[in-house]
C-alpha cells in the first residue's frame, strides 16, 4: 500500500480509475463531479489532501472540452486546499493533434500560392515582403506599383504648380476644381439611388465593398491558432506541477510546458501481443500507414527483428494504377504475409481502413491494426465492421465498452498496471526508465 497519496478520477474513464487505485492498493477518493442546471462543471472533494500528492487521473477520450474543463478545476481545487503536489495523469492528451501548424522557412503557414500573380486589377495580401540577398533579383512589390504611383502623383503636383504658378495646398491637389458638393458625393448618390446607410457605413441595398472590384486571393497566408500551448498553458496556471502521458501524437508537446512530462510509451505492450498472439510473427510484416508514424513503427520492427513496409499517400495528380487504391501506394512486399499496422491514434478509422484495403490487394493473408488510442468516433466502428481489418488493438486508455459491444474485431489491452507503476515510481522518487524499454 502506497502511503500520503490521494488518487482522484475523473469522469471520462472510471473503470481505468479504478483499475490504478487497485493496483496500488489505495481506496478510491471521495469526490463529487456533476454539471449544475445551466452546465458548468461541479467539482468537490471530500476528503483532505493538504501536504499530499495528488494524481488526477483523467483522460482526453470522449466529451473532451467538459473532460479538460473538470481536470483544470480539480487541479486549482488541490491547490488552493494546499496539495504538496498535484501531478495530471492524462492516458489520452487532450488537443495532442494541435501542437502546431506547418511552417516554411520564412515562418508562415504552407498554402496553395496564388495562381494568378501579376495579372491586373488582382490583389493579393503577403504575410511579408521577400528576403532580399546577393543572388535574387529585387522583389516586385505590391501590384500595380504603389512606388511608381506616389513618383506620379507628385511629379503631376509640381506640374500643376509650376502651371499656376502658385503654390498647391493638399486640398487643392486632391480636388482641382474645387471640393465637392453635398450632393455630389458618392454616399450621398448612394443614399439617394439605394436608401440611407446603416450605423455601420454600409448602404442598404448596396453591395459590400468587396464587390468594387478588390477581392483578396489564396495566396493570403492564414494564421491558425495552437491549440496545443494553449492547453499546456492551461494545465501549468492551473497548477500541475507534473504531467503524466501515453505516446504524445506530437513529441513536440513536451516543450511547450515549463514543468516535468513523463511520456509513457504503449509499445512494449503492443509487441508483446505481437509475440504472443500472432503465429509465426518473424514471417509477418510491420507496416506504417503514413509516413509520419514510420520511425514508430520502425522501432517495434527492429525490435522484434520484423520486415517493415510503408504506405505513401501520393497527393500529386497522377495516372492511379489498378493496382493501387486512390491515393496511396505500398512501398514494400506483403504478399502472403501477415500485415501487421501499427498507428498511435485512430479517430474515424479511414486511414487504417483504407490502408488495410491496399494491404489485401497486394496479397496479404491477414491484416493486424495495432494502435494506441482507440478514439474511434463517429462511424468509425461500422467502417472497421466493414473494412478488410481482421482485428484490431486498441489499448483502454479511453473507455471501450461500447466499442467492443458493437464491434466482434476489436480487443483491448489494459494500460492501467503502466499508470500505475508510473505513479508509484514517482511518488518515491524511483526511476521510470524501466517503463521505457521493450525488454
Known amino acids: 500500500m502506497v502511503r500520503n497519496i490521494v ?17 496500488l492498493g ?23 489532501v493538504r501536504g499530499k500528492d495528488v494524481y488526477i487521473v483523467q483522460s482526453g477520450g470522449g466529451k473532451v472540452n467538459d473532460h479538460l474543463m473538470e481536470l483544470l478545476i480539480m487541479i486549482s481545487a488541490c491547490k488552493t486546499a494546499s496539495a504538496k503536489k498535484v501531478t495530471a495523469v492524462l492516458p489520452l492528451f487532450p488537443y495532442s493533434r494541435q501542437s502546431d501548424i506547418p511552417y516554411n522557412k520564412a515562418g508562415a503557414p504552407l498554402v496553395k500560392r496564388p495562381t ?3 495579372v491586373p486589377g488582382v490583389y493579393t495580401f503577403e504575410s511579408r515582403p521577400q528576403t532580399p540577398h546577393p543572388d535574387q533579383p529585387e522583389s516586385a512589390g505590391l501590384n500595380g506599383s504603389v512606388d511608381g504611383l506616389q513618383k506620379r502623383l507628385r511629379k503631376t503636383t509640381l506640374d500643376e504648380a509650376n502651371f499656376n504658378g502658385a503654390a498647391i495646398t493638399p486640398q487643392k491637389a486632391r480636388f482641382p476644381n474645387g471640393a465637392p458638393k453635398r450632393s455630389d458625393t458618392a454616399e450621398s448618390k448612394a443614399e ?4 440611407p446607410a446603416t450605423p455601420n457605413g454600409t448602404v442598404h441595398g448596396a453591395s459590400p465593398f468587396f464587390s468594387s472590384g478588390f ?12 491549440a496545443g500551448t494553449l492547453v499546456a498553458d492551461l494545465l501549468t496556471c492551473a497548477g500541475a506541477d507534473h504531467i503524466i502521458t501515453m505516446d504524445l501524437h506530437d513529441p513536440q508537446y513536451q516543450g511547450f510546458f515549463d514543468i516535468p512530462v513523463d511520456n509513457l510509451y504503449g509499445r512494449p505492450l503492443l509487441k508483446k ?10 514471417g509477418a510484416v510491420i507496416v506504417s500507414p503514413d509516413a509520419g508514424g514510420a520511425k514508430r513503427a520502425t522501432a517495434i520492427a527492429d525490435g522484434l527483428e520484423m520486415d517493415f513496409a510503408l504506405i505513401h499517400k501520393e497527393r500529386r495528380p497522377t495516372r492511379i494504377a489498378e493496382r493501387q487504391n486512390a491515393t496511396m501506394m505500398l512501398v ?39 494502435l494506441t488510442h482507440g478514439v474511434l468516433s463517429g462511424d468509425a466502428i461500422d467502417r472497421i465492421n466493414a473494412s478488410a ?18 464491434c466482434p474485431k476489436l480487443e483491448v489491452l489494459d494500460v492501467g498496471t503502466v499508470f500505475a507503476e508510473a505513479i508509484r515510481r514517482v511518488h518515491h522518487g524511483e526511476s521510470i526508465s524501466v517503463l521505457f524499454q521493450y525488454d
Open 192 to 195: 439617394l439611388t439605394n436608401g
Open 116 to 118: 494568378n500573380q501579376g
Open 389 to 406: 481489418l481482421d482485428k484490431v488493438i486498441v489499448t483502454n486508455s479511453v473507455p471501450q465498452q461500447e466499442h467492443q459491444a458493437k
Open 332 to 370: 514494400g512486399d506483403v504478399a502472403n504475409r501477415i500485415a501487421i499496422l501499427v498507428d498511435d491514434l485512430a479517430d474515424t478509422s479511414n486511414t487504417i481502413t483504407r490502408a488495410a484495403k491496399l494491404l489485401k490487394k497486394e496479397g496479404a493473408t491477414k491484416v493486424y491494426a495495432l
Open 26 to 48: 489505495i481506496p478510491p477518493s471521495n469526490i463529487l463531479l456533476g454539471k449544475f442546471a445551466v452546465g458548468e462543471t461541479r467539482v468537490e472533494i471530500k476528503e483532505s
Open 7 to 23: 488518487v482522484l478520477g475523473g469522469s471520462s474513464h472510471p473503470q481505468l480509475n479504478d483499475t490504478i487505485a487497485n493496483h
Open 215 to 226: 477581392q483578396p486571393q489564396p495566396g493570403y497566408k492564414q494564421w491558425v491558432a495552437q
Open 273 to 282: 501481443y505481437i509475440q504472443y498472439n500472432i503465429p509465426d510473427y518473424k
